[in-house]
């Protein structure tokens, strides 16, 4: 079983920028697809981005392009996700997400076999 820890987040002025960050305690990246969702209050998680196991393919939902970006470090064993030219319509819980069989292109909440515990990301106006 593995674990997704996360850190990163905040309260952010719109413009600003953060990054959050989410390692697989017990694994490594080459592991899994990997990627990030977001649930507002009220709303139901969302899909941002994503990234293949070997780290060559990047998908991002159409809200978020051109602003955010999913990278990897695998000394660090880490996916980052940053996370710039904030809107307050990005505030919401993000969630780190591994799938061990899936791809960038089928990665869904219904799909999702792990997911990191979640971190506040307010932005505000």
């Known amino acids: 079983q593995v674990q997704l820890v996360q850190s990163g987040g905040g309260l952010v002025q719109a413009g600003g920028s953060l990054r959050l960050s989410c390692s697989p305690s017990?694994?490594?990246?080459?592991?899994?697809?990997m990627g990030w969702f977001r649930q507002a209050p009220g709303k139901e998680r969302e899909f941002v981005t994503a990234?293949?196991?070997?780290?060559?393919?990047?998908t991002y939902a159409d809200s978020v392009k051109g602003r955010f970006t999913i990278s990897r470090d695998t000394a660090k064993n880490t996916v980052y996700l940053q996370m710039n030219s904030l809107k307050p319509e990005d505030t919401a819980v993000y969630y780190c997400?591994?799938?061990?069989?899936?791809?960038?292109?089928?990665?869904?909440?219904?799909?999702?076999?792990?997911w990191g515990q979640g971190t506040q990301v307010t932005v505000s106006s």
């Open positions: 017990g694994r490594t990246v080459w592991d899994y697809t």
């Open positions: 997400a591994a799938d061990p069989s899936g791809t960038i292109a089928t990665m869904a909440p219904q799909l999702v076999n792990y």
């Open positions: 990234i293949s196991w070997n780290g060559i393919s990047t």
